[in-house]
């Protein structure tokens, strides 16, 4: 039911009007680290990995993992504030008995305060949480 509450609040803060974008001030490269917050296995990938982003017209693309070798851009919208949104649907398979192929969605949110980019990123398995300051 939690769950459920949850994705009905991404879905209607998705709907509501965007922020005003941000220019320049949030532009450069941002190197740090995203570590799985929770989640189980080989799905979620390594524990930590070391992350590079690089903002761009207060723009950026997430590397997301959709699987071990292949890693796909979540585009990445920073607003005049500092905050961040940004979401992308992917195919997935189910892996319970019944092997099913899904649509599922990967959504990426967070801030940029003080030249420290700080973001939480939730899929249907897993929850991860970067951090990277601007060098």
Not at 18 to 32: S, T
Not at 35 to 46: K, N
Not at 109 to 125: A, E, K, M, P, S
């Amino acid at each position: 039911m939690r769950r459920l509450v949850f994705m009905l609040a991404v879905v209607l803060a998705g709907c509501a009007a965007p922020l005003p974008p941000a220019g320049p001030q949030y532009d450069g490269n941002y190197a740090g680290e995203d570590t799985v917050v929770s989640g189980w296995g080989y799905v979620c990938g390594a524990p930590t990995e070391t992350l590079t982003i690089a903002v761009r017209n207060g723009q950026f693309d997430y590397p997301y993992h959709l699987s071990l070798s292949r890693i796909a851009p979540v585009p990445v919208r920073v607003a005049a504030d500092g905050s961040f949104a940004g979401q992308m649907q992917y195919g997935t398979s189910d892996f319970t008995p019944l092997y099913q192929y899904k649509n599922a969605w990967v959504i990426v949110r967070g801030q940029i305060v003080d030249g420290t980019l700080d973001g939480v990123i939730t899929d249907d398995r897993c929850v991860y949480r970067m951090t990277a300051r601007r060098g």
